[in-house]
């Protein structure tokens, strides 16, 4: 109804002067007009006119009424002979004084000093005058409308309304244009009187709705690229369910160790046990752990097997290392470098620095005749590759290495030494049960993967990073992971 109302108005008329005129004395919402105006412009129907207006501020007003400050100084000087400066104050408004001395000095119209005197007879209020212009509708010129916005004596006046007139394609009817090239159009022979709708190649099209990484996948990309260009082979990781013999016993843990017990550890209710052990492994690790061996005293403690068959959620992927190098000993001996970078878990309280599971990346190499030193050349590889050139080792206890460092690097950032890993040596105990030769020895180090992650993006809370709590935001907007590969 609006739709046509308008094309019909201008059908016979010049322009609509004001939209919500037009609206009212036909019974239309302004805002329904508004919108089929914005419509028909779109296709070039109709031509908005743009109506700038303008209204005097409160100073605008006062000045209209009472004349310009510099008129009104200047006329407060004598026309003959001359006015001290602190007697024409006294006879003025103190804005008024102000500005009347800056304007009619500027104007050449007084001669300021001590003493004020007249240096023309007559001036005219030009100001006074363009302020009555603009308070009766008169249009001014674009340097008197200047001049009056510089001295904030007039403001725009706000329109929402429209003014318009025909378009170059009016017509008193809309014609609906066909946006597509069908087939019926084709078989029929119409296209030929079809008008189409221009494409619009600055249109932006729909957002592709695909997936995004998180910043843990994003990390641990890097991270398994400079394994893999350090010359590592990654390990199998996919069993989350392990048997405490794997995850435990067969790294020189013993049994009473509080790290197996139920408050820091998740065991299965169903199938609560492992069907399978290899028995003359599982005797040898027994007696390591009963009485010692290869130069060890052993821990002289009952190890029951009951214990050793409970499935468990991995508390680490050291268990998959285990799996790894027992396998490796069953053949012809061969150095090997192996990494892996999965989830384990653990039954801690969950607070902003700890979750209940976590990821955690492992990396070993296994050859003859390795030492302490060469493990820390190791870590000083790998670490420069993350962009840690500065390194602290300090001495730690793990039941399955010996020697063993925890790991500081320096963080330019936090200005201090901060903790980035463990690392060690895997000890006799649990490396000659497994049958590899006795010269053979192997470095390991560990780190968590949401730990880098966080002081890489900025988070300070682990909730924010992995599980129910993420902001999906977070993953569609984060940036890239650059790690510092060499």
Same mark, same amino acid.
């Given at each position: ?71 009104? =100084? ?55 005058d363009l302020l009555l212009q603009v308070q009766n509708g008169h249009a001014l010129s674009k340097e008197e409308i200047s001049s009056l916005k510089a001295r904030k004596l007039i403001v725009p006046q706000t329109w929402k309304g429209y003014s318009v007139r ?93 790290a197996r017990d139920s408050h820091d550890t998740f065991f299965l209710e169903e199938p609560s046990t492992t069907r399978e052990l290899p028995e003359d492994y599982v005797e040898r690790v027994k007696r390591v752990h009963e009485s010692g061996g290869y130069g ?31 396998? =490796? ?49 190791? =870590? ?10 500065? =390194? ?95």
């Amino acid at each position: 109804m609006a739709e046509e109302a308008i094309l019909g108005y201008l059908e016979k008329n010049e322009q609509i002067s004001d939209s919500g005129n037009f609206a009212a004395e036909r019974g239309f919402d302004h805002n329904d007009v508004v919108n089929v105006i914005k419509s028909l412009h779109g296709f070039r129907y109709i031509d908005d006119i743009k109506r700038e207006t303008w209204v005097l501020t409160g100073e605008g007003k006062k000045y209209a009424a009472e004349g310009s400050p510099e008129v009104q =100084l200047f006329l407060a000087v004598p026309a003959e002979g001359s006015i001290s400066k602190d007697e024409l104050q006294k006879k003025l408004d103190p804005a008024v004084f102000k500005i009347g001395c800056s304007q009619a000095g500027k104007n050449k119209w007084v001669e300021m000093g001590k003493q004020v005197s007249r240096k023309v007879q007559n001036v005219e209020d030009k100001v006074k005058d363009l302020l009555l212009q603009v308070q009766n509708g008169h249009a001014l010129s674009k340097e008197e409308i200047s001049s009056l916005k510089a001295r904030k004596l007039i403001v725009p006046q706000t329109w929402k309304g429209y003014s318009v007139r025909k378009g170059p394609n009016y017509a008193p009817k809309r014609k609906k244009a066909a946006t597509d090239l069908t087939r019926e159009n084709l078989q029929k022979g119409d296209w030929k009187e079809l008008e189409f709708k221009e494409y619009n190649f600055n249109a932006k099209g729909q957002p592709a709705e695909g997936g995004h990484l998180h910043p843990l996948l994003k990390v641990r990309k890097q991270l398994k690229d400079i394994f893999l260009q350090m010359g590592f082979e990654e390990m199998p990781t996919n069993n989350f369910v392990e048997s405490s013999f794997w995850n435990f016993d067969a790294l020189f843990q013993p049994q009473q160790h509080p790290a197996r017990d139920s408050h820091d550890t998740f065991f299965l209710e169903e199938p609560s046990t492992t069907r399978e052990l290899p028995e003359d492994y599982v005797e040898r690790v027994k007696r390591v752990h009963e009485s010692g061996g290869y130069g060890s005293r052993g821990y002289g403690y009952e190890w029951k097997r009951e214990e050793a068959n409970k499935n468990l959620l991995r508390t680490h992927t050291t268990a998959v290392s285990s799996r790894m190098l027992k396998a =490796l000993a069953e053949k012809p001996f061969a150095p090997k470098k192996y990494f892996s970078i999965d989830r384990v878990f653990r039954n801690e309280a969950v607070d902003r620095t700890h979750l209940a599971e976590f990821h955690q990346i492992e990396g070993l190499v296994c050859d003859r005749g390795l030492t302490l030193g060469d493990l820390i050349g190791v =870590l000083h590889d790998f670490f420069s590759r993350l962009g840690m050139s500065k =390194l602290r080792f300090k001495p730690a206890y793990n039941p399955y290495t010996e020697p063993s460092m925890e790991i500081f690097s320096y963080h330019e950032g936090f200005g201090k030494w901060v903790e980035v890993g463990n690392s060690g040596m895997f000890r006799p105990e649990m490396l000659l049960p497994m049958g590899l030769p006795e010269d053979v020895h192997v470095i390991a180090w560990g780190l968590s993967l949401e730990r880098p992650t966080m002081i890489l993006y900025g988070i300070d809370n682990i909730r924010d990073l992995f599980g129910h709590k993420v902001d999906l935001g977070l993953i569609k907007r984060n940036p890239i992971c650059r790690l510092g590969i060499s």
